[in-house]
């Protein structure tokens, strides 16, 4: 069995921190300068470790091992969320490396190709999810002309110019090459921590439907137009909030979620009327017949309160993402490692959170483990997981690894 | 009896509304070039009328009768609204300025001293009201102090040194020397056009009761925090404003009116469960005990709203004003002459909206006079009023101010 190095872990940990250092966590945007430098060490660290770097078109830094057989892939994505911690993506990244390293030093492993990797704008500075979209196949170049930064709207087009990736090509996934793909990640919020587990085996990552909900009315003063005529798109939204948080729960899932995210009155002066509210909301479920069923009865409710309230309506999905199960069997290795190195405190989690491995999934066997978020806190600097439940986890991917690898490529445990 | 001339009348309104003039309304914003323009235009017009001319040290335009005797001022706010109506202001403006001529003019009123004048920033591109108040007293120095422009942020002292008035003194009210206010405008309302009426004679202007209301909840991932745990502070608001829907109309006067201008979800992305909710409010009513048992009720809901939904409230009362009523002899004089004018066509009615002749009236007799608005609509330059409405308002004004100014001074009707 493979043994990581926990001091070598928690250092690098630190080192990549490094990059964007902002308060305990990290501010990071990817192509930021801070990102792309993290990104170069990353590439440095994997030649030392004897493989192959390349960081492609869109960013993502590959370490692919030198030898023929099909690899593992071991990753997450480099860059935060902004003002945002150290470890949501990081941690992912950095066992990638640890795991490849100890696997490459180790005579029972060294034969078990590990390629660790990191993705670029999982958090979505430009485009959500956009490396492993690329590294999939579904990132069209018509898309990367359109998007543009979310917080100062750089077209990412120039991004890459000025990280110097414009010319680089982008690397797809030849499914024949690889095994499948493990990623390791924060949990993101308390569920591990408050039933005292320290790892969860992620059974499926949930689809998050997303909408943007715009009201009409009518916009009048505040002073001068009588209650009885108003048709007042602000009461609407309000009411569409209400509304949802009073009957989704008869059509949802014990676990489904939904979270209005923003409601925007037009123009917004406390004494006019506004003319016009819009409303971003969504809901996110492991199972698709349960996101189809709160889609249906989103739809209903937006029809009963526009008729309610005089206004009209518009209903725009913006957001489509289907659930992602993960491999079977790739769960079960990581559980029989958990069971080994925690026994008693591991349990099996759907993801409430996106991430790259639901998009890999498309094209790998894929799986995912989670260590615990102290507190449920994440996308803040204070996001935070105690030491001891970083080298468990770092340790049960490497064993789950191990044990994936020699049931791929036919090799007995233990063999050179 | 004076008569007004209807073509000069019409005309003035058309030359004014050329200040700013913006499609077929005006965008005249308080000391903006065009505006002080048109306040130049107005004091020569008054020196024209026979008048002393003097615009004070906060952009009010004062014509002021050579006679001894007690005048009656009549007049409105010169600025718009941004992109707003050509007659919101101006109309009132340009009345008196119509009637003062008028009297001048004619053997029967000669004698009786109409004081026209224009106020400044009743509109609130620095701070509402802002030239009455300065009038009445209640505009302090370090209330100028701190004024800044609320689109673009320029300081108030700035702004009145650019326009050449920081070294001009403000003109208080001297209560013995005028015999009260008239102020027209238009309704800003459908309830004159709805019911067939062309005249309103305004009993009361309205008390407006504004709040910011604060939630804090915990900010959190949209996709990993359960349902049961969270304390959404945007739902809290949500809930706010649909319970006040629900609940005000028991308590509300018949006229009374609330409106939530405000939803704001910090940080408003659509995958955070948001961290605070800040909600503009506010409720208007012509009497003060509806509007204290109004505010009595909100702060009730906002508890019930608080503790149901987890979160933490706080509620500031931004605006407090008290309803005026109007002056009964003045009203009387209205109503005689719209009677003779416009007989079955006129009726009185609260002001829905703020007016300076409610901070006026603390120190002065006063009265309003309202002309329709076609389509009730205001803050817009589509805004409008039909020609014979305009021309019918001014004649009604013109009689009720000469009976106003007979009956203050003694003089019979006709006699020179």
Not at 52 to 66: L, M, S, W
Not at 113 to 142: C, K, M, N, Q
Not at 171 to 200: K, N, W
Not at 384 to 399: E, P, Y
Request: include cysteine.
């Amino acid at each position: 069995m493979p043994k990581i190095n926990a001091e070598r872990l928690l250092s690098d940990l630190r080192r990549f921190a490094q990059f964007g250092a902002y308060r305990t966590g990290v501010h990071r945007p990817t192509y930021s300068t801070q990102d792309m430098e993290s990104r170069r060490w990353l590439a440095q660290q994997y030649e030392s470790a004897g493989l192959q770097a390349h960081i492609d078109g869109v960013g993502n830094v590959f370490g692919t091992p030198r030898s023929k057989q099909r690899s593992l892939l071991i990753g997450s994505h480099a860059e935060s969320q902004n003002h945002a911690g150290r470890l949501d993506g990081a941690l992912g990244v950095i066992y990638g490396l640890e795991i490849a390293r100890s696997f490459a030093e180790q005579p029972c492993c060294a034969g078990l190709p590990i390629a660790p990797l990191a993705w670029a704008d999982e958090e979505g500075h430009y485009s959500s999810l956009l490396g492993s979209r690329s590294f999939v196949g579904d990132l069209t170049e018509d898309e990367i002309d359109r998007a543009v930064n979310v917080d100062h709207g750089l077209p990412l087009r120039q991004a890459l110019r000025a990280a110097g990736l414009h010319d680089v090509p982008r690397y797809l996934v030849e499914p024949e090459r690889h095994v499948g793909y493990l990623e390791a990640h924060i949990e993101q919020g308390d569920a591990l921590e408050a039933s005292g587990q320290r790892i969860g085996i992620v059974t499926s990552i949930v689809g998050t439907w997303q909408y943007s909900i715009v009201f009409h009315g009518v916009q009048n003063h505040a002073g001068t137009t009588r209650m009885a005529i108003r048709k007042d798109p602000g009461l609407a939204a309000a009411r569409l909030s209400t509304t949802i948080a009073d009957r989704f729960p008869q059509k949802a899932g014990p676990r489904s979620v939904w979270t209005t995210g923003r409601i925007n009155l037009d123009p917004g002066a406390p004494n006019i009327i506004p003319g016009k509210a819009v409303m971003l909301f969504q809901f996110r479920d492991a199972e698709t017949a349960v996101l189809e069923r709160l889609d249906v009865l989103l739809r209903e409710l937006v029809q009963e309160v526009a008729i309610a309230s005089g206004c009209q309506a518009e209903v725009a999905q913006t957001e489509i993402g289907l659930p992602r199960h993960m491999d079977p069997a790739f769960q079960e290795a990581i559980e029989k490692s958990a069971a080994r190195h925690a026994p008693g405190a591991y349990v099996r989690m759907p993801s409430g959170a996106s991430h790259d491995a639901q998009i890999v999934g498309k094209k790998l066997k894929t799986a995912m483990l989670f260590v615990p978020s102290r507190g449920g806190i994440s996308h803040h600097w204070s996001e935070d997981t105690s030491d001891t439940d970083v080298i468990l986890g770092c340790q049960v991917l490497a064993d789950a690894a191990e044990s994936i690898l020699r049931g791929d490529l036919g090799i007995a445990p233990g063999a050179p």
